[in-house]
């Protein structure tokens, strides 16, 4: 079984559309994360929850958002979709010690 | 701030020769580093950390990292590269507000 799985693994869509990315754990962790990871590789922290606490938010766009509906989920919802969003958006989940990874979502604006 | 550097966008080794990726770090205080490893299309993949104790850090798939304070540096090593080997390698640290830092990650290229 996969431990942290993401949906879809690729998105492409036209620019000013909403969509919305998911992930689930099985690891039965309290914290998940989401990383967007750039054309360069460089990853980057955007949003962590615990137990539906929003406990991190860099200096993410509020057109970006996280919605947990339980300790198991955490899905990205993005608005007006912009041509610099396009990256691999990685959720994560567990301690800031050792962090599982789910597969990354190829998100692509056209 | 905390943070890691990752000297090398590219290694390139010979199967068989040992390999180092490169890592510097700069914090305040006790360091708590991490190696990743990113193989194509998937999720990264912890390999080891170091919070406190021995210098030598043996972790995954034979890898090991050495922290070196005096050079404020995490580097990873393995003595024998296989092909398989070939993938990213991101060099992390927790910060103060205990999120993880990533360095922009070393490509990893070994060759038969």
């Known amino acids: 079984d996969t431990a942290v799985s993401q949906t879809p693994k690729y998105l492409v869509t036209q620019m000013g559309n909403d969509k919305s990315i998911k992930c689930e754990q099985n690891?039965?962790?309290?914290?998940m994360y989401w990383y967007k990871q750039d054309s360069k590789k460089f990853l980057k922290i955007m949003f962590s929850y615990n137990n539906k606490e929003l406990i991190i938010n860099e200096t993410v766009p509020n057109r970006f958002s996280p919605k947990s509906p339980d300790k198991a989920h955490l899905n990205l919802h993005i608005n007006s979709l912009e041509l610099g969003d396009s990256a691999v958006y990685f959720c994560a989940s567990g301690r800031m010690e050792k962090l599982f990874f789910g597969s990354g979502t190829q998100l692509s604006v056209l | 701030a905390q943070s890691v550097a990752q000297p090398e966008d590219q290694v390139n080794v010979a199967e068989g020769n040992p390999l180092t990726v490169k890592c510097t770090y700069s914090v305040s205080g006790n360091p708590y580093l991490f190696w990743y490893v990113q193989y194509p299309n998937r999720g990264l993949q912890f390999l080891l950390k170091?919070?406190?104790?021995?210098?030598l850090v043996k972790g995954s798939y034979g890898f090991e990292a050495e922290f070196n304070k005096s050079q404020t540096s995490f580097h990873l090593k393995k003595p024998s590269a296989l092909v398989s080997d070939s993938a990213l390698y991101f060099c992390?640290?927790?910060?103060?507000?205990?999120?993880?830092?990533f360095g922009a990650g070393t490509r990893l290229t070994v060759k038969p």
């Open positions: 170091y919070i406190t104790g021995d210098n």
């Open positions: 690891l039965g962790h309290d914290t």
């Open positions: 992390a640290v927790i910060n103060n507000n205990n999120d993880m830092r």
